[in-house]
């Protein structure tokens, strides 16, 4: 993508043209790959006459609290004269300020390690969830514990998709293999968070089965496709992957999602979204996604959508358990 971005703007780059990239990519892409290919494109000389900045993205779909303007943005350029220039255009829109950094593989690197940073956070978090479900606790519980002390970071198990920090990492890691180094840390926690979909799929089974309610006529239903709750991108969806992975154990699971575009997920994953009144007499039920939308009022309308003795997959630990009719097993990450 950023090759071909390249390519487009090449032809109609004018000498003293700075090309800025927002971009998360690992350190040394923007120089490495990007300049030389504006530099095919468009015939001029990097450095010379065009020169490059960099400076990371860091918008958070969803977040009204944290708008593009209220949120520090790095700064970087291939020279002081650059830098300078590009700190003065984000300077104008930026009420948080700027952040100059020494270099552009250091204002690349800072972007991929806030993902990466991130998503260990929650692999971390993921494994601890697993070792209270043998223990025979809820991590909801542990993790508001251990909340209250100052400097604890609060993280909660879960899906990692997404177009960010499900992939970003895998940049990260792979630069480093190319130099002779192989990250343990980082891909240990992409091990993890790839593969929760395939664990929830196999305890909801284990589950079920224990309950004598697994079979083909086995009802599943699941709120939400989206990577995260309030946005309507699903892109990298891991529910999707928690679908497939119900479906191969013979499941086959019914998918509401208000915020998702059907024609996307269709196009997408295969998946055919279905109306919430739909989902009904359920034997098994995922809150995968709790969209506002979905949540508002989920308590009282369960009642109606269960079938007696039904699993709760509460994913996010975001229902009121007393308020689950009897007989209704609720389990969560």
């Known amino acids: 993508m950023l090759r071909s971005a390249c390519q487009l703007i090449g032809p109609v780059l004018q000498p003293g043209c700075t090309v800025v990239f927002e971009s998360t990519v690992y350190p040394g892409a923007t120089q490495e790959v990007c300049g030389p290919e504006l530099e095919k494109s468009s015939g001029l000389r990097c ?23 209220n949120i520090v943005k790095i700064v970087s350029g291939q020279d002081a004269q650059t830098l300078e220039c590009v700190a003065g255009v984000y300077e104008q ?16 690197a800072a ?13 971390l978090m993921n494994e601890m969830s697993k070792i209270c479900d043998l223990v025979g606790i809820r991590s909801a519980e542990v993790l508001a514990a251990a ?14 998709g997404g177009h960010c920090i499900g992939v970003d990492p895998y940049y990260l890691t792979t630069k480093a293999q190319e130099l002779g180094y192989h990250p343990e840390v980082i891909l240990a926690g992409r091990r993890i968070n790839d593969g929760m979909a395939e664990y929830v799929a196999s305890r909801l089974v284990q589950l079920l089965a224990s309950r004598h309610r697994l079979d083909p006529k086995t009802r599943v239903g699941i709120l939400g496709i989206t990577f995260k709750e309030n946005v309507p991108d699903i892109r990298n969806s891991k529910v999707a992957d928690l679908y497939k992975a119900l479906a191969s154990y013979g499941l086959s699971p019914q998918i509401h999602d208000p915020m998702a575009d059907e024609a996307q997920v269709a196009h997408e994953y295969g998946i055919t979204l279905v109306d919430r009144a739909e989902l009904t007499d359920l034997d098994l039920l995922v809150l995968a996604v709790p969209h506002q939308e979905i ?27 007393a308020r689950l009719k009897p007989g209704v097993f609720h389990w969560s990450l």
């Open 47 to 69: 450095g010379v006459d065009f020169k490059l900045g960099y400076s990371p993205e860091r918008i958070n779909p969803g977040d009204k609290a944290h708008p593009l303007e």
């Open 93 to 108: 829109i930026i009420d948080a300020g700027v952040h100059r950094a020494s270099s552009i593989k250091v204002a690349e």
């Open 111 to 123: 972007k991929v390690l806030e993902n990466t940073q991130r998503d260990i956070n929650i692999a």
């Open 147 to 160: 909340g209250t002390k100052w400097n604890f970071l609060r993280f909660s198990p879960g899906l990692v």
């Open 295 to 321: 949540i508002d009022g989920i308590e009282d309308a369960m009642p109606g959508m269960l079938a007696e003795d039904a699993v709760v997959c509460d994913m996010k630990s975001v229902l009121d358990t």
